[in-house]
C-alpha cells in the first residue's frame, strides 16, 4: 500500500469523529429530535393544499334591482377605467350579472399582495367619492376590495338537515349549529344554503299615499326613526349611576302599523293607514336537496392555516351532541364532503411508507449485514422524517398534499446515505478494525461523497422552487420537503449512525443469548402492543416496536441460517459474476464504446420521447388524472334565467344522475357502498370556488350536483372514474350549458 493510500484510509471526518467522541451528547440529541418530531407530527395543522397567496384584488359591488347591462355601465366600466392606470397591473378581468359586479385585477410578481390591495383600495375610494358614483337607499353604492384564499372559500364538509318540518324550523335548527360550529377557532364561517330570510314587505297604496300627501321618503324616514334603540344619558339614583337606553327596535313586524309617518295639525297618518304590512319570505335564491329530498345545507368554510382535522373532528362532536341533547329524534343530520378524509388519509399512506420502508429496509439488509446491523440503517428512516417533520414546522408549514408527497419520495432516498456508511464500517471491521477505529475512518472515507450526492440530489429539484408565478408558489414546498429530508438523512447518517456503529456494531453474527432475547422482545412487544391500543397518533411507533420484537423471534428461529447460507454461498459467486462483468467492460477499447453508444442512446431517447409529445402520442398533463373524489355536475344558462326554471332543468338533471349513482351495481340492500352522498344545489353557492373566487352573487342561472365518493376500502373494488364516464355519457346532449 502507497503512503498516500495509507493516508485515505486513515483520514476521519471532524464532525463524525466528534460524535463519536461524545456519544452522550449524540444519545441527548436523538431523544430531543423524537419527541419533537413526534410532536410535530401530531400537532402540525393538517389541510389539502398550501396556502397560495395569488397577486389577484377583487372587487366586488352589490346594486340591487339593476339588469346586467345596467350594472356593467355604471359599476364595472367605470371602476375598469380607473384601474387600467395602476401600475403593475398585468390583466384585467370583470364579470357583470343581475345586480352584481365582480372585477379582478391581476398584478405581476414584482409587487406584494398588501401593496397591490392598498393600490386598489386608493383607486376605488377616489371614484366613488365622485358626484357621478351610483347610489341606493340615499348611500353611495360601496364596492368591496378583497384578495381571495383559495382554503377559505373551499368548504372543508358540508351539513345537510331534513326531516319533517317547514323550511323556517329546519333553518332554525340550521342556524343553531352555525352559532355552535363559528365559535370554534378554526372556522371562518358558515353560509346557510337552501334556506331564505324573512323580510318585512310594506306595501304601499299609492292612491292614498297620495291624498295623505306622503312621500316615499317620508315612509322610509320613519321607519328609520321609529326602528331605533339609543341612549338617553345617565341617572344618579340612591347613589348609584345607572344608564338610560330607550328601546324602540321593533320584535314584530305589526308593530309597523302604529308607526306615524306623518302629522299636521293634531292629525296623524299612520303607516296602517297608507300601506298593507305583511312577513314574508324574500324572494327565492338557492336550493339545496340531498338525494332529490329539500335540506337545509350549511357550507361549513375553515380559516387559512388551521387544522382540517381537528376543525372536522370538533364539528362532528358538535352535531352529535345536538342531535343527542338538542334536536328531535326524527331530525336528519348528516355531514358530507368532508374534505378531512382525504387529508387523513394522505397522513396514513406516509406513516404506512415508513412501516414498510423500515420492514423491507431491515429483511434486505439482514442478509448482507445481519439483523442487528440492518437495524442500524432502519433507525435512520423514523429518525430521518422525525426531524424532518421538526424543520419544517419551526418553519411554519401545514401537513398538506405537498408536502406529503416530498417526505413520501425522499422515503425512497434517505435509506442511501445510511446503508453507505453502515456498509463502509462493517467492511473496515471486517478487515480487522475495531468499532471506534473503523467508526472514524469508514466514515471519514465516504463523508465527502454522501455529502455531495445529497447536494447533487437536492440541486436537481431546487428549479421547482425558482419556478414562477402561482404554480412557483404551490411548487415550492415539494423541493423544500425532499431538501429537509435528505438533509436529516445526512445529519442522521454523519452524527447518529457514527456513533450507534462504533458501539454497537459486529461482525461475526453470534447467537443473542435466548435470555436477552426474552427480556428484549418482551418491552418492546409490549410498549409496541400498549401504544397501538392506546396511543393514538402514536400507533406507528408502536407497530416498529412490535415488529422488531417479532423479527427477533423470526430471524433467531428462521432467516438467521438463511442469511448464513447467502453470505456464505450466494454472496461471493455474485461478487465473482460482478467482478468478472467489469473486468470484460474495462478491457481495451471497450470504456470508450460504452461511453459513446450510451451518449447516441440518450440523445436518441430525447430525440424520441420529444417527437411523441409532438405528434400527441405521448399526452402531457400537470398532473395525472386519478381516480376522483368527487364528481360534480355543473350547469349554466344564460345570465338572466330565473331561478325556477333552473331549479326545474337541474330536478331532471338529478333524476338522470341518481338513477345511475343508484343502479344495482352500486346499491347493496338499500346501501351505496360507492357514493356517500350526493347534494344538488341551485342559484347562490352553486358557483365553482375555483374560477368564481369570492363571489357572492346570487347565480339564479347556474346550478351543481356534487357526488362525493366513499373510502376506498368500502368501494368494494368499484371505480368512480367508471361512475363519471356513465354520468357523462347518460347526460351527453341533453341539455346546453351542462
Known amino acids: 500500500m502507497t503512503e498516500k493510500q495509507k493516508q485515505q484510509v486513515n483520514k476521519e471526518f471532524g464532525m463524525s469523529s466528534w460524535a463519536i467522541s461524545n456519544k452522550t451528547t449524540i444519545y441527548v440529541l436523538i431523544t430531543l429530535i423524537l419527541i419533537l418530531g413526534i410532536s410535530a407530527f401530531v400537532n402540525m395543522p393538517r389541510e389539502n393544499f398550501p396556502e397560495i397567496r395569488e397577486t389577484k384584488i377583487y372587487i366586488s359591488s352589490i346594486y340591487p334591482g339593476n339588469t346586467a347591462e345596467d350594472v356593467e355601465k355604471l359599476i364595472t366600466d367605470p371602476l375598469e377605467d380607473k384601474l387600467k392606470t395602476v401600475s403593475n397591473v398585468v390583466k384585467l378581468t370583470s364579470t357583470s350579472q343581475e345586480d352584481y359586479s365582480m372585477i379582478i385585477v391581476e398584478f405581476d410578481e414584482k409587487i406584494t399582495v398588501d401593496q397591490a390591495k392598498q393600490k386598489v383600495k ?113 341617572l344618579i339614583a340612591s347613589g348609584q349611576r345607572r344608564t338610560i337606553r330607550i328601546l324602540g327596535e321593533i320584535e314584530q313586524p305589526q308593530e309597523l302599523q302604529d308607526f306615524v309617518v306623518k302629522s299636521e295639525r293634531g292629525n296623524s297618518i299612520y303607516l296602517k293607514d297608507i300601506a298593507v304590512i305583511t312577513f314574508k319570505d324574500t324572494d327565492k335564491t338557492t336550493y339545496a336537496r340531498e338525494f332529490g329530498a329539500p335540506v337545509v345545507m350549511l357550507d361549513v368554510k375553515k380559516r387559512s392555516g388551521m387544522n382540517m382535522v381537528e376543525a372536522a373532528d370538533k364539528i362532528q362532536k358538535i352535531v352529535e351532541e345536538t342531535k343527542k341533547n338538542v334536536f328531535p329524534t326524527n331530525l336528519r343530520v348528516t355531514i358530507a364532503n368532508d374534505q378531512s378524509s382525504k387529508t387523513i388519509g394522505q397522513v396514513d399512506d406516509l406513516v404506512n411508507n415508513i412501516i414498510f420502508g423500515v420492514i423491507l429496509v431491515v429483511l434486505v439488509l439482514m442478509f448482507f449485514l445481519g439483523f442487528k446491523n440492518a437495524l442500524f440503517v432502519g433507525f435512520a428512516i423514523p429518525m430521518s422524517m422525525f426531524m424532518s417533520l421538526m424543520i419544517l414546522d419551526w ?102 449512525n457514527s456513533v450507534m456503529v462504533s458501539q454497537l456494531m459486529t461482525v461475526e453474527d453470534k447467537n443473542m443469548p435466548m435470555k436477552r432475547i426474552i427480556t428484549i422482545s418482551s418491552i418492546a412487544g409490549g410498549l409496541g402492543l400498549l401504544i397501538i391500543i392506546f396511543g393514538g397518533a402514536y400507533r406507528a411507533l408502536g407497530t416498529i416496536m412490535l415488529f422488531t420484537a417479532i423479527m427477533l423471534w423470526v430471524y433467531r428461529l428462521a432467516l438467521r441460517p438463511l442469511a448464513n447460507s447467502f453470505q456464505n454461498r450466494v454472496l461471493p459467486r455474485w461478487e465473482l459474476f460482478y467482478e468478472g462483468v467489469l473486468r470484460i467492460a474495462l478491457k481495451g477499447y471497450r470504456p470508450t464504446a460504452i461511453v459513446v453508444v450510451t451518449t447516441v442512446l440518450l440523445f436518441v431517447a430525447f430525440i424520441g420521447f420529444g417527437g411523441s ?55 347493496d340492500n338499500g346501501y351505496n357502498f360507492l357514493v356517500e352522498s350526493a347534494v344538488s344545489q341551485v342559484g347562490a353557492g352553486s358557483g365553482n370556488p375555483q374560477t368564481d373566487g369570492g363571489s357572492t352573487a346570487e347565480m339564479p342561472h347556474r346550478g351543481k350536483i356534487t357526488a362525493s365518493m366513499r373510502e376506498y376500502k368500502f368501494r368494494r373494488g368499484k371505480d368512480s372514474k367508471e361512475l363519471q364516464k356513465k354520468i357523462t355519457e347518460a347526460l351527453k346532449g341533453i341539455y346546453p350549458g351542462l
Not at 141 to 162: A, K, R, W, Y
Open 613 to 667: 409529445i409532438k405528434s400527441q402520442r405521448t399526452k402531457v398533463e400537470f398532473f395525472p388524472d386519478n381516480t376522483p373524489n368527487q364528481i360534480v355536475v355543473y350547469i349554466e344558462y344564460p345570465q338572466g334565467t330565473d331561478i325556477e326554471k333552473t331549479n326545474m332543468i337541474m330536478k331532471d338533471l338529478e333524476e338522470r344522475v341518481y338513477a345511475v349513482i343508484n343502479s344495482p351495481e352500486y346499491v
Open 395 to 496: 418553519f411554519g408549514y401545514t401537513m398538506n398534499t405537498m408536502i406529503l408527497f416530498g417526505l413520501i419520495m425522499g422515503l425512497g432516498m434517505l435509506v442511501d446515505n445510511g446503508i453507505v456508511v453502515v456498509e463502509n464500517v462493517y467492511r473496515l471491521m471486517d478487515e480487522g478494525m475495531s468499532r471506534i477505529e473503523a467508526a472514524k475512518k469508514g466514515i471519514g472515507e465516504i463523508a465527502f461523497p454522501i455529502i455531495i450526492s445529497t447536494l447533487t440530489t437536492v440541486a436537481a429539484f431546487v428549479p421547482l422552487a425558482l419556478w414562477p408565478g402561482v404554480m412557483g408558489q404551490f411548487m415550492k414546498y415539494f423541493p423544500i420537503t425532499l431538501s429537509a429530508v435528505l438533509g436529516s438523512s445526512l445529519f442522521v447518517a454523519i452524527f447518529f
Open 122 to 234: 386608493d383607486e376605488i375610494d377616489q371614484k366613488v367619492s365622485g358626484e357621478d358614483w351610483p347610489t341606493f337607499n340615499g348611500a353611495k353604492v360601496e364596492p368591496n376590495v378583497f384578495e381571495l384564499s383559495i382554503s377559505e372559500e373551499m368548504p372543508i364538509l358540508n351539513i345537510n338537515i331534513s326531516g319533517d318540518y317547514p323550511v323556517d324550523k329546519l333553518k332554525e335548527y340550521g342556524e343553531y349549529l352555525e352559532d355552535e360550529i363559528e365559535n370554534l377557532i378554526e372556522i371562518k364561517k358558515v353560509d346557510i344554503r337552501g334556506a331564505e330570510e324573512k323580510e318585512v314587505e310594506i306595501a304601499v297604496d299609492i292612491y292614498k299615499m297620495m291624498a295623505a300627501k306622503v312621500s316615499f321618503q317620508d315612509i322610509l324616514n320613519a321607519v328609520n326613526s321609529g326602528n331605533l334603540t339609543m341612549s338617553a344619558g345617565n
